[in-house]
């Protein structure tokens, strides 16, 4: 209330300070929000993106025609919003970590190590005060990664086990696995001819999963969100498997107590980012209408337009 006063007879410099003001007052009413100020946020660090397709990400596979684009030197960390204090859980010199998820109870996380060029993408579990690294898969001249939970402790990952490349590059690609959490009873879910990655679990329990279907069809309008059982039953499309803008629809994340879901607008020939979209499907399975709202706002203008680089 106070600001908004001062806001009616403002003038020059004090619009600067007004707007200070509220830059504090949004703060301090979100970290107010138990679901953001109570709880720690797990991240990670590492150098931004070398400029490669999407897919590629960090992985760089030792053997393959980008390994030399592989950058070390990351980190995994939890910050505490209330303090803005971040503890450091894991560091990695020469290697990356990456896909953090974190155990139902809240006690353990999943994530992919490679600790250095040497290496490969392996899926480690530790516990959340950083103790207790323990490695879940093993191999060389491959990548394990994008791990999550599934309900029955078995992880499900990305793997490129089961050698594919790109179709119009040489950089590998990766299909959908699971295996028990002590490294046992692997099994391969999905089958595509190219790369499923960024699982997430939905509430009912099944798996959504960002997937390029390249099949007698134009590759960049069909890189969109896929859905399948845990067991690998059931693949079907979920969302934005036709749309041409966005060309790639990527870390999708369901919205809790809805039927939405949050994910990245991406291009098909850049790095895994763009902007942040929520998605209700229910709306339809491509196209501009089921976007309800895009970060930045005016982001929304481009799903449909343009080409699969259009983000």
Not at 22 to 41: F, K, S, Y
Not at 61 to 85: H, V, Y
Not at 95 to 111: A, K, T
Request: glycine fraction near 12%; aromatic fraction near 8%; include cysteine.
């Amino acid at each position: 209330d106070d600001i908004e006063v001062r806001l009616a007879k403002a003038g020059g410099d004090e619009l600067g300070e007004l707007e200070a003001a509220m830059d504090a007052l949004r703060r301090e009413a979100l970290l107010a929000n138990p679901l953001v100020g109570g709880q720690p946020i797990l991240f990670v660090v590492r150098s931004q993106y070398r400029s490669d397709h999407h897919n590629t990400a960090t992985m760089f596979q030792k053997g393959e025609i980008n390994e030399g684009s592989f950058q070390g030197g990351g980190a995994l960390k939890m910050l505490d919003p209330a303090t803005g204090r971040t503890t450091t859980l894991l560091e990695l010199p020469e290697g990356i970590v990456r896909d953090p998820d974190v155990h139902f109870d809240g006690r353990r996380i999943l994530v992919s190590i490679r600790k250095n060029k040497d290496d490969a993408y392996h899926i480690y579990e530790l516990s959340a005060d950083g103790s207790g690294l323990r490695q879940i898969t093993f191999g060389s001249g491959i990548s394990d990664i994008d791990p999550i939970y599934l309900p029955d402790d078995r992880v499900l990952f990305t793997s490129t086990r089961e050698p594919k490349y790109c179709m119009c590059n040489r950089h590998i690609m990766g299909n959908l696995f699971t295996v028990n959490a002590d490294g046992s009873n692997m099994d391969q879910i999905g089958h595509s001819t190219l790369h499923e990655g960024h699982a997430a679990l939905l509430p009912d329990g099944r798996v959504i999963y960002d997937r390029w279907e390249y099949v007698d069809r134009n590759f960049g309008d069909a890189q969109g969100v896929w859905l399948t059982g845990p067991d690998g039953t059931n693949h079907a499309i979920y969302w934005g498997n036709n749309t041409n803008s966005p060309g790639g629809v990527l870390d999708t994340r369901p919205v809790p107590g809805t039927d939405w879901f949050l994910a990245t607008f991406s291009s098909c020939h850049d790095r895994p980012w763009g902007a942040l979209a929520i998605v209700d499907r229910r709306l339809g399975i491509d196209g501009r209408e089921p976007v309800l709202q895009t970060w930045p706002p005016d982001a929304i203008d481009l799903v449909g337009q343009g080409n699969y680089d259009t983000f």
